[in-house]
Structure formats: C-alpha cells, structure tokens
T-cell receptor, first 111, second 114 residues
C-alpha cells in the first residue's frame, strides 16, 4: 500500500540553525501539506502546495518557513533560523481529495 | 472559516465499558469528516471517515461514528473499550476551499481503567 514517508524521524538542532524536513508523498497525489503539532496541543495547518506552488499558508508560516518540491518526488519544509518555539512534531501529508494521508512525522527539538 | 470542537479534554472509562467521544463542527454544506487516533509520540492513524451516504460509518479497531447534520456532530463510539485504546483522539473536517486542508479539533485524551 502506498504511504507517505518522512525523514528524519527525529532531529535535534541548535537555535538559529537551518533545518530541512523531508517527505516523499504518494506519487499520484496532487495536494501536499505540512502540519505542526506542539507537544500536548492539537494539529495545526502550516501550508498547502498544489501545482508546484503554495496554495494556502497559515499565519504560522512566516518568512522563516519555505517549501519546495525540488525533483517531482520529494517535498521539503525548510526552517531558516530555528527558534525554541519551533520544537514540535511536523507532519507531511498528501491528498487524494478529500482524504489526506499522513506520514509518521518528524520530531524537531530546538535547543 | 470552519471549526471543530471536542468539548471533552479528558475522558476516563473502565475497560469493557462503552465509549462516546464528542465532536461538533461548523460548516454550511455537507462536510468531509474524520477521526484520527494518536498514541504518545506517534503519528496520526485514521480510524474512520464520512463523505456522504449512510450516516453511521464503521472504522478500524471496532470504532464507529454517526454523522448528525441537525446537531452538527460526528461522535465516535465503541461498545467495549480495550486498554490498548488509551490514546489521544482527534476529530477533523476538510475545509473545502483552494487547499482542502484539514481543520483539527483540540483532541480528547482517553484513559482506560483496568
């Protein structure tokens, strides 16, 4: 069964460093997403990506965040200069509208 | 904008007892509704979904949910809870706009007494 895969599963980074979270969506899906879940809180939408461009972004998705689909298979989330408050679980999803399929998440810890 | 409300932050039930987790949504048209389960430190597992048709939907692990348009609700039920059901449960609705993104409720943590 096709699945969404995310790497790494855990990442620890120092404050101010850049991180790139990687995702391989399901190949025939057209919509891609990043969501964030701060420990103990609900899952929040960050950004959606369709037809090689951002279709919607939340208030959380400020200038330090960017997304890219560099090679037609990978889908990446870059955080340019990490802050302590960026520590969270980040989920990638791809969608066969209206159902989204989630990866297992990357736990990002900023120290 | 759509929203999802899960009024119960925590629920504790005894093993073998029945369970109902509440979910209310706000959306004008027929919504696309989902329930996910998350064990500590783990990802989101889809339990069940409702798109249209029969308002009682069956999911995995013996869960079911009933869509009630008149009450804007999509409550999750299980007739007999197992200790392994202890987890966080999230209700979600698709926002049908340019992105079809999911809007999640704040979650209900289920504790199971032996």
């Amino acid at each position: 069964e096709p699945e969404v895969t995310q790497t790494p599963s855990h990442q620890v980074t120092q404050m101010g460093q850049e991180v790139i979270l990687r995702c391989v969506p399901i190949s025939n899906h057209l919509y891609f997403y990043w969501y964030r879940q701060i420990l103990g809180q609900k899952v929040e939408f960050l950004v959606s990506f369709y037809n090689n461009e951002i279709s919607e972004k939340s208030e959380i998705f400020d200038d330090q965040f960017s997304v890219e689909r560099p090679d037609g298979s990978n889908f990446t989330l870059k955080i340019r200069s990490t802050k302590l408050e960026d520590s969270a679980m980040y989920f990638c999803a791809s969608s066969e509208v209206p159902e989204a399929f989630f990866g297992q998440g990357t736990r990002l810890t900023v120290v | 904008a759509q929203s999802v409300t899960q009024p119960d932050i925590h629920i504790t039930v005894s093993e073998g007892a029945s369970l109902e987790l509440r979910c209310n949504y706000s959306y004008g048209a027929t919504p696309y509704l989902f329930w996910y389960v998350q064990s500590p430190g783990q990802g989101l597992q889809l339990l069940l979904k409702y798109f249209s048709g029969d308002t009682l939907v069956q999911g995995i692990k013996g869960f079911e949910a009933e869509f009630k348009r008149s009450q804007s609700s999509f409550n999750l039920r299980k007739p007999s809870v197992h200790w392994s059901d202890a987890a966080e449960y999230f209700c979600a609705v698709v926002e049908v706009d340019s992105s079809y993104k999911l809007i999640f409720g704040s979650g209900t943590r289920l504790l199971v007494r032996p």
